[in-house]
């Protein structure tokens, strides 16, 4: 099997293709810089949606960091799924399997990890991603 590589397109250690992601942790920097500052009051970063807190609260990850806004509490990431044959609103998986098993569908899919503090409501995205669908290489019903 040969590869092409595509100028820009950064290689996993297998020299397969490697999709973007992007990371949004300098904005979410920015954010709560502000909210010290005075900038942004708390009730303008706190705001997060009932349904988010309620995934946060059941299956949310611990990320091990605490609120930068409250300090009270470790806050949590939480991950949407969002394709074609989803909910209008995207799936959050429950467990790693789940995800996983998502993340590996032969349609393209769409992940955002989103941290969230279950005490507070603050919200941020953290980042996104492409998964799923058929890379170069595959057939199809087959991944090599």
Request: aromatic fraction near 4%; hydrophobic fraction near 30%.
């Amino acid at each position: 099997m040969t590869m092409t590589h595509r100028p820009g397109v950064p290689k996993a250690s297998d020299g397969a293709p490697r999709e973007a992601r992007v990371e949004y942790r300098l904005m979410r920097n920015a954010v709560v810089r502000d909210v010290q500052k005075g900038r942004l009051g708390r009730e303008d970063v706190c705001d997060a949606h009932p349904e988010l807190l309620r995934a946060a609260r059941n299956v949310g990850k611990p990320s091990g960091e605490r609120c930068p806004i409250c300090e009270a509490t470790d806050t949590v990431e939480v991950t949407y799924v969002f394709g074609t044959r989803l909910p209008p609103g995207g799936r959050c998986p429950g467990t790693a399997t789940e995800l996983d098993r998502l993340r590996r569908r032969s349609e393209p899919v769409l992940c955002y990890d989103v941290e969230v503090c279950p005490d507070c409501a603050w919200h941020h995205l953290t980042r996104k991603y492409p998964a799923g669908g058929r890379r170069e290489g595959q057939r199809a019903g087959r991944a090599l």
